[in-house]
């Protein structure tokens, strides 16, 4: 028998395929039409994604990347004593890479909805630093009692960059923030990116890339629910759609169908009329009052806040 265990550990705690079918059949069922911004990032869309932080339009990730390479001394300063970095959604691993060289971490361990995509580049951090412990798993980035079974034992530090926060709802961000802070406990502390209220036409910009990027990421949606639940979408007769929305402070991003037309997905027919959306994501964007009030809402602390010299996105240390 074969008892060798593959180093480092990979869990795998991903949505069921049923889970999928009930998601996809509810949200395009409602009025008006919507789908999770977790649906889009299968192994495609996490790629697109990837190249979407690259782009010149989208000013989180570079700047967020900065703030972090120029501070991270200084955050890891204020995070203090060993800890066992935690981060969920971490897709590439890149940002984690900046703070590991600076920060006394025993163990790190990222999750991702895309465990392939997680678990490689788990590989690539378990190579690059030997004495680090390393563990990643495929699960979504709410699941925090599932993480609480695999996590080494030590003092916990979620890190959340991206702005993913921004992807929740108010009340689900409440919630998240409200979780994180009972995972990490008393003596941990949560660091997270935040992108921050500015011009709508910086915006508008950074959603609607000149290359398509950005519409190829939302349209690839529709390709994966061809794949995966057996669809029947004409990818051509929908179109990408997003915008600022100023009075929610959120950008919007939609799935718009040109014309009438009838769609079979998972066994089920849905109809759209022209011009008719299916909602696909929301990306609030708050000022750092705004998130300082959210954090103290879910019972954290403001440690320190470190922005860049625009003010385009801002970095959070919180404790419990
Ligand atoms: C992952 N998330 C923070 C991105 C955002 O900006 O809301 C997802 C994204 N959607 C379109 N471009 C990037």
Redesign the pocket.
Known sequence: MNTAVSYPRFFDAGPEPMHLREEVVGGLARRPKRLS?KLLYDARGSAL?DI?CELPE?Y?TRTETAILRDNARGIAGLIGEECVLIEPGAGSCHKAELLLCHLPAAAYVPTDICGDHVREAAQRLATRFPRLEVASACADFSQFEVLSSFVPPGRRVVFFP???I??FEPHEAKRFLVNAAGFVGPDGGLLIGV?LKKEPERLDA??NDIRGI?AE?NLNLLTRLNRELQGDFHVNRFHHQ?FYDTDKGR?E?HLRSEAAQEVSVAGLRFRFLPGETIHT?N?YKYTIQEFHRLAANAGFVPGGVWTDRERLFSVHYLTP
Do not use: L, Q, W
Request: charged share 10%; proline share 10%; glycine share 10%.
């Open positions: 911004p994604f979407i989208y989180p991206g702005s993913t921004g992807n992108d950074a959603y950005t990421f997003a950008v991003m994501e990306s």
